[in-house]
């Protein structure tokens, strides 16, 4: 199984980014699906999840209402459309695949797969 992210890049504060999650190897439907990030110093975070279905969401509060994650399992994609960006969400950001088992458990430890990561730099 294989995750790839792409979409990151540079962007002005109050700009807005679109991350695209790619699997490969097996069906998306298998798996919840998160975004994280980490930024330089710091630990990874989680910053967004979408359940295996799609019909249920969770996002870390910095991000609520500014973030948006989706998926289309047909397409083995998610993505996470990110408005009003701010210079504090600058990180590597990563795509994560979590067992449906687990539930919504958006622990970085917790999760199955990862992709490599795709950098996000939002300048002030």
């Known amino acids: 199984v294989q995750l790839q992210a792409s979409g990151g890049g540079t962007v002005q504060a109050g700009g807005s980014l679109r991350l695209s999650c790619a699997i490969s190897g097996r069906s998306l439907s298998m798996y919840n699906m998160g975004w994280f990030r980490q930024a330089p110093g710091k630990e990874r975070e989680f910053v967004a999840g979408?359940?295996?279905?799609?019909?249920?969401?969770d996002y870390a509060d910095s991000v609520k209402g500014r973030f948006t994650i989706s998926r289309d399992n047909d397409e083995n994609t998610a993505a996470l459309q990110m408005n009003s960006l701010e210079p504090e969400d600058t990180a590597v950001y990563y795509c994560?695949?979590?067992?449906?088992?687990?539930?919504?458990?958006?622990?970085?430890?917790?999760?199955?797969?990862w992709g490599k990561g795709t950098q996000v730099t939002v300048s002030s």
């Open positions: 994560a695949a979590g067992l449906r088992s687990i539930g919504f458990n958006w622990r970085p430890s917790a999760m199955y797969y």
């Open positions: 979408v359940s295996w279905s799609g019909g249920a969401t």
